[in-house]
């Protein structure tokens, strides 16, 4: 779960403009953070301390991740120093506060294209037309602004020309998509961009349960090249909570689509996102959620407890009636719920052949990448595998996270 934190994060980073480089030569520091051991949560404050010689006014530390619900106020306490604790998945303040205080202002034209190896994110949309009353997000990115589907698809042959693999179209609501000029949707974008010549693999994000289109879908299942998974935030199994977060949906319909969804494609990766402790989320509630986490078995759930955002709705005309001791609680009852299905479901894969793009080496020097179906895999006992290389792994063992397996050369590509 916190591998996928930093990766979302880092990818929000990256399709902002922001590039990966060492400590010495950075503006910012962020640090993501486990408390699952008492060792883990002294590990943070080592590195807390170790940072104050680096910080500068100019410089910006961040913390994000478990211990924030668990030592928020006391990491602030502790080291003034810290400029920024970030609830996990709660990112859009954090990132609005950099793009301030460093300038990083386009104006009304839309921020394109972060590169990450040989993945390229392409913003099709800026902003979101919803209201989801605890969400920042319409505030400090306005209103949506769509990109003509002639500039995406422009973008990504660009990308491709330039060495990409595989690219991204984001948006904050990415099924609102709509062409300026009348041409469609995202499912007739999507077609657009998988006919470009080099391409691998195209991901799109964040989906929105109100506005997928089931021919998205159709268009996923018959393509090579569109990976099969879906990001469709939740956000709560009850649909009292989600009539009072205004996300426009109820249960049925969310289990309609992941229905289909897996009819079509029984494999797909699912993630979604989940808030605890939403205003008025009574017990009753909260195993409403809890079930359907049960039923569903997503494969990545991003959590968060409930926390009033001044500026919404939610902070201003409801009350934040759940204490945080129960909230803490729910957080931690459904993380633990969460370990043991993503455990068990990348169990799952063990005996099976993977197909895997290879984005580049992880800590220890083992080439890495992602399956079609969005989970980490990781390649062993291999030698050097470029990266925008497609191989083929025999999973041979599984954690909650990632998969990890040994090359298949024969099913694989040849080495340039
Ligand atoms: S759809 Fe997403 S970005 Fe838009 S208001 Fe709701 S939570 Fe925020």
Redesign the pocket.
């Known amino acids: 779960m916190n591998a996928a934190d930093s990766e979302s994060l880092a990818r929000r980073l990256l399709a902002a403009g922001y590039v990966e480089d060492s400590l010495e030569r950075a503006d910012v520091a962020i640090l993501n953070t486990c408390v699952v051991r008492q060792a883990s949560e002294d590990r943070v404050y080592s590195r807390l301390h170790e940072l104050k010689a680096w910080k500068t006014p100019e410089r910006t530390i961040a913390v994000t991740g478990c211990i924030v619900a668990k030592e928020g106020d006391e990491l602030r306490r502790r080291f003034p120093q810290l400029d920024a604790v970030v609830p996990i998945g709660e990112y859009e303040d954090f990132l609005a506060g950099l793009e301030a205080r460093y300038d990083y202002s386009q104006g009304e034209a839309l921020p394109q294209a972060g590169r990450t190896g040989i993945s390229h994110f392409v913003r099709v949309i800026q902003g979101?037309?919803?209201?989801?009353t605890?969400?920042?997000?319409?505030k400090v990115?306005g209103r949506e602004r769509h990109v003509p589907m002639d500039d995406v698809v422009r973008e990504c042959r660009r990308a491709v020309r330039e060495g990409a693999s595989e690219v991204v179209l984001l948006g904050?609501?990415v099924d609102d998509y709509s062409d300026p000029s009348g041409r469609g949707g995202l499912a007739r974008l999507v077609r657009e961009v998988e006919k470009i010549p080099g391409l691998r693999r195209l991901r799109f994000l964040?989906s929105?349960p109100q506005d997928l289109e089931p021919e998205l879908l159709e268009v996923m299942a018959a393509s090579s090249v569109v990976c099969r998974e879906l990001q469709l935030?939740v956000?709560s199994g009850d649909d009292t909570v989600l009539k009072r977060m205004a996300?426009g949906y109820q249960m049925r319909h969310y289990r309609a689509i992941v229905k289909r969804a897996r009819a079509l494609m029984p494999d797909i990766g699912l993630a979604t996102d989940v808030i605890v402790g939403f205003p008025g989320e009574s017990e009753a509630a909260f195993l409403n959620t809890r079930a359907l986490l049960e039923e569903i078995e997503f494969d990545v759930v991003h959590l968060a407890m409930y926390s009033p955002r001044p500026g919404t709705f939610a902070a201003s005309r409801m009350e934040d009636d759940v204490p945080q001791d129960e909230k803490l609680r729910r957080l931690n009852d459904l993380l633990a719920l969460q370990r043991s299905i993503a455990a068990r479901k990348t169990a799952r894969w063990i005996g099976r052949d993977v197909e895997v793009l290879i984005e580049g080496r992880d800590e220890l020097n083992r080439p890495y990448g992602r399956i079609r179906q969005g989970k980490r895999a990781i390649v062993l006992r291999a030698g050097d595998i470029a990266p925008g290389r497609l191989v083929t792994l025999r999973v041979m063992q599984a954690t909650a996270g990632q998969l990890l397996g040994l090359l298949n050369p024969t099913k694989s590509e040849a080495a340039p």
């Open positions: 979101c037309d919803h209201n989801c605890f969400c920042i997000v319409p990115r904050q609501n964040t929105h935030p956000q996300r």
